[in-house]
């Protein structure tokens, strides 16, 4: 049994902020719709408001309430260039079939253009809502308030409407003509009315809540609803694990407790879990322990005694090994592998003998036969690298690509017509035919369909990187693989930051809070059967811009009773304050994700 089943509820009432009969109409909602109704209307609206008092969740339900005489087209990607921008308003229309990679940018403005014009001509006014604007410069809000006043007579019946945190970076005095809506916090009595309508919302027939309790929760949580949703939830957690069928103040505090200091990742368990469910046992006998250890030293004597044979004989030619690598522990003598020069053959148009140079730093670790390209742009080279049994190899030279700016990037076959398969933080330095000639000139050579690239001058590249955090990082991927095979939900979502952010080719980027991730990690864990997870080695690289940001790339295939999966996965790690390393993103690309 669940909280749910206890509490005679059909679903959780503060894990559904989007859906719309669990919206709370307040009354600065009523003031944004009568906004946007007045004629003419503001060429600038801006709803102002703390972080989680529930902007995301207006301008969802504002499409919908004024569907019948305003069109609401929702902007994800401010900030970046108008091509995107052009992107999701199309799709705020209905008209994102027309949003395909190979049309040009002036046909999505044109087809903007009409649509625009249509609506107006259909008696529909039209509104594009960008949803987080804070980071927004002047120039780009300048841009966008031309785009929606791109005909003269769209004057007073077309405008902007930005979603921000009270502290925008752009100066408002720029904009003399923006109207501010601002969004408070509730107050007491709307904080009462909030947590019943949703409770009644989840099909509750009694009040749960003491009175006393909610004017706990609404000083607990500032009047926030994001802050009310996270501590309602886990004091309905915690009057259900007491047995009680009434949530008290005494559950709130535990609650707030609970949040504010989460349980730390027992790795040791997670492993102890796995040897359990995989039937490994101890031997406890004494004579069993006997036999086994005359047995591990008959081994080991006859390793002696015959392992010379078969070494080569440079393995035997009695050169002292490398000092940086002998007085190196283990963990630092993996990092010093990778970065210590070797001689190799001469590749065409090198000059045999003087060896070639060594991969950098941030390539911490390349699998076996898998290919990494490095482009230094100090030398306006690129070096295709080869992973193999005891150190990387160089592939081949190229010229480097003309890449804007230093970072990590994903490039695919172009058949996808996604010659860039991923970067991050997403952006727009690589065009794609700087993706597509790259990649011409490397797919002769190359056994995968996607070649991870590190590009940064010589430098960045020969940063050196502290052996610690490739032993975190090792620890992280071996405790993120576990949890996934026994199910440990909790120390799976912690090992990931609050919120993190999914991304899949083809598919919007969806945040996703830290305990909304346990919620669905928890129901499919319920029903999902046993899971067999196969995972290629990592990749690792570290971003030459920020040595506090580290990528995972492997392969994986999952199956179980209710999904199979297989594909590639790239998890973005980044490093704390406290030097800890957390899930900031990840991305799936299924196997057929390239083909379609």
């Known amino acids: 049994m669940d909280y749910e089943a206890f509490f005679k509820l059909k679903e959780r009432p503060f894990k559904n902020p989007l859906e719309a009969r669990y919206f709370f109409r307040v009354p600065v909602f009523d003031r944004l719709t ?41 902007i994800l990607q401010t900030g970046y260039e108008l091509r995107d921008i052009l992107s999701d308003a199309l799709f705020g229309f209905g008209l994102g079939f027309k949003c395909a990679p190979q049309v040009p940018e002036e046909s999505l403005l044109g087809f903007f253009q009409n649509a625009v014009s249509s609506f107006l001509a259909s008696g ?33 019946r077309t405008g902007l409407l930005l979603s921000t945190r009270p502290e925008p970076v752009w100066p408002i005095q720029k904009f003399p003509d923006a109207r501010i809506i601002e969004v408070p916090p509730l107050d007491l009595e709307q904080t009462k009315a ?37 501590l309602a939830e886990r004091a309905l957690m915690t009057a259900w694990a007491a047995g009680r069928k009434e949530v008290s103040s005494a559950h709130l505090f535990q609650a707030k407790t609970g949040l504010e200091n989460p349980p730390r990742i027992d790795p040791k368990a997670i492993q102890q ?70 001689a190799e053959p001469a590749l065409p148009g090198q000059t045999p003998g003087l060896g070639l140079p060594s991969p950098p730093p941030a390539l911490l670790r390349l699998p076996h036969n898998t290919m990494a390209l490095v482009v230094d742009q100090s030398l306006n080279q690129a070096r295709l690298w080869q992973g193999q049994l005891k150190k990387p190899g160089l592939k081949a030279e190229l010229p480097a690509p003309d890449f804007e700016g230093p ?31 790259l990649w011409r000139q490397v797919e002769t050579l ?48 912690l090992l990931y930051t609050d919120p993190f952010v999914f991304y899949e080719p083809g598919q919007r980027p969806q945040t996703i809070s830290r305990e909304n991730f346990k919620v669905a990690l928890t129901s499919e864990a319920r029903t999902s059967g046993d899971v067999k997870l196969a995972i290629s080695e990592p990749l690792l690289m570290l971003d030459p ?36 390393w957390y899930i900031k993103a990840e991305l799936w690309i299924r196997e057929n994700s390239l083909e379609n």
Request: charged share 25%; proline share 8%.
């Open 446 to 493: 190359l056994p995968q369909d996607i070649l991870p690239l590190i590009v940064a001058d010589s430098q960045l590249l020969l940063r050196p990187v502290p052996p610690e955090d490739l032993d975190i990082l090792k620890e992280k991927l071996k405790t993120w693989t576990t949890a996934q095979e026994v199910k440990f939900t909790d120390n799976l979502a």
């Open 545 to 580: 811009r920020n040595h506090n940001r580290a990528w995972a790339v492997f392969s994986l295939k999952y199956d179980s009773r209710l999904r199979h999966d297989i594909g590639l996965r790239t998890l973005i790690f980044e490093k704390s304050m406290l030097g800890d």
């Open 273 to 342: 879990a796995a040897g359990r469910k995989r039937g490994h046992q101890k031997i406890k006998s004494w004579p069993a322990r006997l036999s086994l250890a005359v047995f591990m030293a008959l081994v080991f004597s006859l390793g002696l005694i015959f392992w010379p044979k078969f070494q080569p004989e440079e393995e035997n030619s009695g050169r002292p090994p490398d000092a940086a690598q002998a007085a190196a522990g283990p963990a630092e003598a993996e990092v010093l592998a990778t970065a210590t020069p070797a």
């Open 194 to 230: 909030y947590v019943r309508y949703r409770m009644r919302a989840a099909g509750a027939r009694k009040d749960y809540f003491k009175a006393d309790s909610l004017i706990t929760l609404h000083k607990l949580s500032g009047g926030i609803p994001m802050e009310i949703n996270n």
């Open 124 to 156: 529909l006014d039209v509104i594009l809502a960008a949803d987080r604007a804070g980071h927004l410069e002047p120039e780009n809000l300048t841009e966008l308030i031309d785009l929606v006043n791109l005909e003269p007579v769209w004057s007073g």
């Open 34 to 74: 009568e906004a946007l109704s007045q004629l003419p209307k503001p060429s600038l609206l801006i709803l102002k408001g703390p972080a989680g008092s529930g902007k995301t969740t207006m301008l969802r339900n504002l499409a919908r309430t004024v569907k019948d005489r305003v069109i609401v087209a929702p």
């Open 407 to 437: 970072g990590l990037y994903l490039v695919g076959r172009p058949k996808s017509r996604l010659s860039l398969i991923f970067q991050y933080p997403p952006g727009k330095e690589v065009p794609p035919v700087t993706g597509e000639k």
